[in-house]
């Protein structure tokens, strides 16, 4: 079965079990990753853990940020962080558009030896709710590294709230060279 129908089986079975609503902007975030680079790196896979979150400024305004370890075969080691702002807008009582800005370092290691680069993202996409428990969110991400030229993402999401303020995330994000699937946990305050 592939991720995307595991994704979609799990959270249709979970949808009846609680009864929430609104979506929040300010959220702390905790997420196992997975991830896969293409053949052109020789099939290298890795996993490693992302630490993200958000501060609504205003009700239309937010920061951002984001902190990933990552641990590849061959003893690849990335690290990589995330600090930003963006906005969001409602287009209906369910649906939100969201953008972000943001400025994007990242560092990969091998046997002593690192090479680092940094750039910009921008970022586009839409927030939805389904129902009181369930929220979805697609976007587009344009990244344009400094040496390591620019890459273009899609990423879907998708999180359960079993409470108010509290949910379960699952998402994919794809890209021209890699393909990450996360899991995880998220606060909302």
């Known amino acids: 079965m592939n991720r995307a129908a595991l994704m979609g ?20 975030e905790v997420e196992y990753i997975d991830v896969e680079l293409d053949s052109s790196f ?3 896979d890795g996993d490693g853990f992302a ?3 958000a501060y609504d400024m205003n009700g239309q305004f937010f920061l951002l940020g984001e902190w990933q370890d990552q641990s590849f075969d061959f003893g690849i080691d990335g690290t990589q962080f995330e600090l930003g702002a963006g906005l969001h807008h409602a ?18 290691e091998v046997s002593g030896f690192s090479a680092s680069d940094d750039g910009l993202g921008l970022g586009a996409g839409i927030r939805a709710r389904l ?4 929220e979805v969110d697609a976007g587009l991400k344009y990244v344009d590294f400094d040496d390591a030229g620019s890459d273009t993402g899609f990423s879907f999401g998708g999180r359960w709230y079993f409470t108010e ?12 060279n890699a393909d990450a699937f996360r899991f995880g946990f998220r606060a909302e305050f």
């Open 9 to 28: 089986s799990l959270f249709a079975a979970l949808l009846p079990m609680a009864s929430f609503a609104e979506m929040s902007y300010s959220k702390i």
């Open 42 to 44: 020789g099939g290298v």
């Open 51 to 53: 630490v993200s979150g």
């Open 91 to 108: 287009m209906s009582s369910t649906v939100d558009f969201v953008g972000t800005l943001s400025y994007i370092d990242s560092e990969v």
């Open 131 to 134: 129902g009181d428990s369930l």
């Open 165 to 176: 303020t509290m949910a379960f995330s699952l998402g994919l994000d794809t890209a021209d």
